[in-house]
């Protein structure tokens, strides 16, 4: 079944330290988004690409980056300066195919700093 | 930016009953989603529904574009409906999908 993966689905970070989020679809979608989710509240853009070997900046990109080197991935890394990182991450792939559109979304990843 | 604003926060209604949620969106939008994230976090997509009006079972929605607000309509509702559901849009243009801040539904048995 096509899908996206994230792992790991939980994951702990000490003070300064760098970790990195998976995401994986085998869906052949060009576009992929990361999103942080804080409790009771709605997604916010981390960052996007649209196409292998690029990516934009969302809404609240300081802090994290990205690579995009293959169609399929498309991997987060929270950076220690990051100084709030205690959320939900969610990756999600986008299909847009004449009249069939919308998003797909991984499980999550559920990321505390300890 | 676009701003998106969903209405009610909380919902709560027993097994059965029918529900309305309300997106109100600041600009004119060529992408308006519905999501349901389920209580263990699962997004899923429901309606891309940028005007007009679309059904799937128990669920429909509607957008007036003109107006700026779409609907989503839940009958007979079950207690699998519970979670958050989410609207999200984004004006020509642009790439990414702005969310609104959800709504709260809790069905009863």
């Known amino acids: 079944d096509g899908g996206i993966t994230q792992s790991p689905k939980y994951l702990f970070r000490k003070e300064g330290q760098n970790v990195t989020l998976s995401c994986e679809q085998n869906?052949?979608?060009?576009?992929m988004y990361w999103y942080r989710q804080d409790p009771g509240q709605g997604l916010r853009l981390i960052y996007y690409?649209?196409?292998?070997?690029?990516?934009q900046k969302g809404d609240i990109a300081e802090g994290y980056s990205v690579s995009r080197e293959k169609k399929e991935s498309f991997p987060l890394t929270v950076t220690s300066a990051q100084k709030n990182p205690t959320a939900f991450y969610l990756c999600?792939?986008?299909?847009?195919?004449?009249?069939?559109?919308?998003?797909?979304f991984g499980s999550g990843t559920r990321l505390t700093v300890v | 930016g676009i701003q998106v604003e969903q209405s009610p926060p909380d919902l709560i209604l027993q097994e059965g009953a029918n529900s309305t949620l309300r997106c109100n969106f600041s600009?004119?939008?060529?992408?308006l989603q519905w999501f349901h994230q389920n209580p263990w976090g699962q997004l899923i997509n429901l309606f891309y529904?940028?005007?007009g009006t679309k059904q799937n079972g128990r669920l429909s929605a509607t957008t007036v574009a003109t107006e700026r607000y779409s609907l989503l309509y839940i009958s007979s509702s079950q207690t699998t409906d519970s979670g958050v559901y989410f609207c999200?849009?984004?004006?020509?243009?642009?790439?990414?999908?702005?969310f609104g801040q959800g709504t709260r539904l809790t069905i009863n048995p």
């Open positions: 999600a792939s986008e299909t847009r195919t004449g009249m069939d559109y919308g998003y797909t």
């Open positions: 869906l052949n979608h060009d576009a």
């Open positions: 690409s649209q196409i292998v070997n690029d990516f």
């Open positions: 600009d004119s939008v060529n992408n």
């Open positions: 529904i940028p005007s």
């Open positions: 999200a849009a984004s004006i020509q243009g642009a790439q990414k999908l702005v």
